[in-house]
């Protein structure tokens, strides 16, 4: 039993498309601690979900390494995936996609039980059904109901104990609140917290919301076009940020309070994830770009203090190290 | 909590609704009473022949009318809507199961799999269907001409490449939603995959494809009766035989007007039951 | 903003009064709107925010009688310029939109027309409402696409939508909206569908729109962070119902309603992490149930009363403000807590 419950080593996935493939991962490094909750942040074509579905298995790394509590974690379908299963779940952004529209939420969430322990008696699964139930704040009554019959949120609380009945030990959580209104996202922001807490998950939560990053993660990897940008712990990264990605992400947040950084915005488009630009990716966009950074694509330093950046301009901070991926 | 409230009765409430829908199936069902009850209830003969009382328009005694030979044109007509229904559903129901499950594999293996599989499908497709069906003829005996079976086996050779390209595309759909990759995260193997989470889902557009595939059936063995390939009695070749005495002297109007009659309502009456039932089952109408 | 609302004109642009909507949804009737008025004065951007289900965006669309064929007006009346845009005939209707007042969407990939050249339908707009030959019409395009910041206007107005970033389309949407000359421009959840830096481009550009051609705009959204950076005025939907108005720093900083109290609880902090994010249990009020005998928000709100129960409060001033309306029967600093 390491500490280190999830290690990414240099992953990059990419998709074959006509005339450029989609270099939708591009070397990504990072680690999860046991009971750590890490967020991984970007907008559109950063590869965050990407990243999430090759942890899952759901799609075969390109190059790269992914390890799960010491041992290779193969992609879906190989048999020496089969023990992860109950190791690793993950919560999808879609509540309404998430369930069989055939299936009764008793069904549901019975099957992964059903999976793995056949022998049961039915009044046994629904108890243990019951108890999820409870678990994640839903009335057992319901357990009749189909989806269409629930809410966003009671739906997403559904998927949330199916993933729960296996025991697993790392939740990924990709864009799980974000289809969901803002009272309802509070609530199961509440709730994954409270699970967080009973049942010692750790979480990978890959989210656009800056605003719920800040309230869930200790820790945070911002990914922008395929790489990680900046890594780092959450209070220090969102206070005092290191790359102008960050800082545009940051000052982009519409918010009463944020102060009027039209200074650090981000120009134009997001290019696209087939043709990203020579030398930093963001060069395109960066409001503190210089002549270097078309040219030279810089490497993802080391920062003094548990920190990591993307950019020539935190170059002369950086501790020498060997080639070391993540914190 | 007080109306259940199941994906299936949902559509069942939404077909309901339908008037069309409703009375395309209530005309099928009296239709399909008819053939198969009233023949065994009233001791009707379509078999023997009669030359005296030879083409009898309708009257007392042969309600319907007789035909070149004698025999009693209602005993007709309604054993031959019996074949006509077994063909049209018996071929639909191997049509359906054949291209069910040849189509859920297809798309859920996908990749070197499903392009065989749907060339062969493409390659069927090309071959003319007269071709086919003229070579089943012929692989049988002669006496076999007339028999149900090479037709059936004709037909349903035909019939269930539609529903293969139709479930196989639906599948590969599915095969990517969110639920589905939850069931095979949570360690469920292909079959149960397929069985529990693929096939109920595609359950809704069999049925209205099925559904759809009893007239097309029907109307093929009408035309295998034309072209005298059909088999010995059906409302096809009731029509068949009244077009093969038409003359400008006499005319047997009741010798194409019943066949023609129930035929052209059962065709409509299914069409209207599958529209209907593609309108209860598609989720876009879902709100 | 400066959350100052600016000085009112004698009459205001467009004036909602007592707007009742609902839809007919297999045989019963849901009243999305119910009593709504509010007014918006020249150059004004008033924020209209609620969740799912408020009645936002019903209450946009029945401006522009732009409803679906289920959903109609029951009652009330949109003065505009002094006319009752609900009592418009269709032609006249059909002048207004996209001339005095215009509209765009969530999702720009909808709102073009993937078959059409852009410049074509933009410069549908010049043609029909500003009465430009087709030529002309073209070139205000291709000028206007300019004015938004798309880059390369003229070689992207001959293209199709489907070769633009969203972005980029919504910029186009504005450009298009803006091509009529519209006085009055509703946006339902312009930013909603877009990536989190792109959004801060466009409220940009829309507040350089107000500032220089002293547009008018009703935002509907349900961000209350994007009206907290564009809107002087916002009024807070619930049920169907309005229940608080105020300048958008009033409402924001000090709300005068448990249920905005509740959702500015809600929403997580960037500036700092919160034990807990306050939530609201339950969920909205069915809205096909007939008049309501009590509060709309009674059964969710963590402050409810006795009488809120007893029947449902009126929109009405908390204090000498008349502008600061709040529906809700506890005193202002009850809710402040």
């Known amino acids: 039993m390491t500490d280190v419950l999830l290690e990414v080593t240099n992953l990059a996935v990419h998709f074959p498309a006509v005339p450029l493939p989609v270099r939708a991962v591009d070397g990504v490094s990072f680690r999860i601690r046991r009971g750590e909750t890490l967020a991984l942040v970007g907008e559109s074509g950063c590869g965050k979900s990407t990243v999430a579905r090759a942890i899952m298995g759901l799609v075969p790394p390109t190059t790269g390494e992914i390890r799960f509590d010491g041992a290779p974690a193969p992609p879906l379908g190989e048999t020496a995936r089969r023990p992860l299963l109950s190791k690793l779940q993950m919560i999808f952004q879609d509540p309404d996609a998430s369930l069989n529209p055939r299936l009764t939420i008793q069904a549901s969430i019975a099957e992964p039980i059903e999976i793995r322990e056949p022998g049961l008696s039915r009044t046994e699964r629904e108890s243990r059904v019951t108890g999820l139930m409870n678990d994640v704040g839903l009335d057992p009554s319901m357990r009749a109901r189909y989806p269409h019959e629930l809410s966003g949120g009671q739906r997403q609380r559904v998927c949330i104990a199916r993933a729960l009945a296996v025991r697993p030990e790392l939740l990924v959580c990709d864009e799980a609140v974000s289809a969901l209104d803002v009272s309802i996202q509070a609530q199961i922001l509440n709730l994954l917290v409270d699970l967080r807490e009973r049942f010692a998950l750790s979480f990978l939560f890959i989210t656009h919301d800056l605003r719920v990053v800040r309230h869930l993660a200790n820790r945070v990897a911002v990914m922008y076009l395929g790489q990680i940008v900046e890594l780092g712990p959450t209070d220090a990264l969102f206070d005092a940020p290191r790359h102008p990605y960050t800082e545009a992400l940051l000052a982009a947040v519409p918010s009463l309070d944020a102060a009027r950084a039209v200074a650090t915005r981000a120009r134009g488009d997001i290019p696209s994830p087939s043709n990203p630009p020579s030398g930093c990716r963001f060069h395109t966009r960066c409001p503190k770009v210089f002549e270097r950074c078309p040219k030279e694509s810089p490497e993802l330093f080391v920062l003094s203090d548990d920190r990591h950046c993307r950019c020539f301009l935190a170059e002369s901070e950086a501790v020498p190290s060997v080639r070391s991926p993540s914190a | ?287 | 903003m400066t959350g100052e609302a600016p000085e009112r004109d004698a009459t205001p642009l467009l004036s909602v009064e007592d707007l009742s909507t609902e839809y007919a949804i297999d045989g019963r009737v849901v009243r999305a709107v119910t009593h709504v008025s509010f007014s918006i004065g020249r150059g004004q951007v008033v924020g209209l925010v609620g969740e799912s289900g408020s009645g936002k965006s019903a209450t946009g669309l029945s401006i522009l009688r732009l409803l679906p064929r289920e959903g109609r007006i029951a009652g009330g009346r949109v003065l505009f310029e002094g006319t009752d845009l609900a009592k418009l005939p269709e032609a006249d209707m059909r002048r207004v939109r996209g001339g005095r007042i215009a509209m765009i969407f969530q999702d720009p990939m909808t709102s073009l027309n993937p078959y059409l050249r852009v410049e074509e339908q933009l410069a549908e707009a010049g043609v029909l409402h500003l009465g430009l030959s087709h030529r002309k019409a073209v070139a205000e395009a291709v000028a206007l696409l300019e004015r938004v910041g798309v880059p390369d206007a003229s070689k992207r107005a001959h293209g199709y939508p489907h070769e633009m970033s969203g972005g980029m389309r919504q910029r186009a949407m504005i450009a298009m909206a803006l091509l009529g000359k519209p006085s009055l421009l509703i946006a339902d959840e312009p930013t909603t569908a877009l990536d989190v830096t792109i959004q801060a481009q466009i409220l940009d550009l829309l507040r350089e729109l107000v500032r220089e051609r002293g547009l008018s705009v009703i935002l509907v959204t349900h961000d209350l962070g994007v009206v907290a950076e564009i809107a002087d005025r916002i009024l807070v939907m619930y049920a169907g119902r309005i229940v608080e108005t105020g300048s958008a720093r009033e409402v924001l900083t000090r709300p005068f309603h448990p249920y905005t109290l509740s959702l500015l609880r809600s929403v997580p902090r960037l500036d700092r992490r919160a034990s807990r994010l306050e939530s609201i249990a339950g969920m909205p009020p069915r809205l096909d149930r007939g008049p309501f005998t009590e509060c709309t928000f009674a059964p969710r709100c963590p402050l409810v009363r006795e009488g809120c129960r007893a029947r449902e409060p009126d929109l009405a001033p908390a204090g000498p403000d008349d502008r600061r309306l709040r529906r809700c029967i506890l005193a202002p600093d009850e809710v402040a807590r």
């Open chain 2, 1 to 287: 909590m007080t109306e259940k409230s199941g994906p299936w009765t949902d559509a069942y409430r939404r077909l309901v609704k339908n008037r069309l829908a409703v009375a395309g199936a209530g005309v099928v069902a009296v239709v399909t009473g008819l053939c198969f009850l009233l023949p065994p209830l009233l001791g009707l003969d379509p078999a023997t022949t009669n030359p005296s009382i030879a083409h009898q328009p309708p009257g007392a005694g042969h309600l319907l009318g007789t035909d070149g030979l004698g025999r009693d044109y209602l005993a007709r007509v309604l054993v031959g809507g019996q074949t006509s229904l077994l063909i049209g559903f018996a071929a639909t129901v191997a049509s359906v199961v054949v291209g069910v499950l040849y189509g859920a594999v297809s798309g859920y293996y996908g990749g070197r799999i499903d392009e065989v599989m749907m060339r062969f499908v493409d390659f069927l497709y090309g071959v003319p269907y007269m071709f086919l069906v003229i070579l089943i003829m012929l692989l049988f005996s002669e006496t076999a001409r007339g028999n149900p079976l090479p037709v059936f086996v004709a037909l349903g050779l035909v019939e269930w490449l539609t529903m293969a390209r139709v479930v196989r595309g639906q599948v590969l759909t599915l095969r990517e939603r969110e639920f589905v990759l939850a069931a095979r995260l949570l360690g469920a193997g292909d079959f149960r995959v397929i069985f529990r989470h693929i096939l109920p889902n595609v359950a809704g557009i069999v049925t209205v494809y099925g559904t759809l595939t009893v007239p097309a059936v029907i109307i093929l063995e009408s035309f295998l009766s034309f072209l005298g390939l059909g088999v010995k009695l059906s409302w096809g070749q009731l029509v068949a035989e009244a077009v093969g005495v038409v003359n400008p002297i006499r005319s047997y109007w009741w010798l194409l007007l019943w066949p023609s009659i129930l035929l052209a309502t059962t065709l409509l009456s299914l069409n209207f039951l599958g529209d209907g039932l593609r309108d209860a089952v598609d989720p876009k109408a879902r709100r």
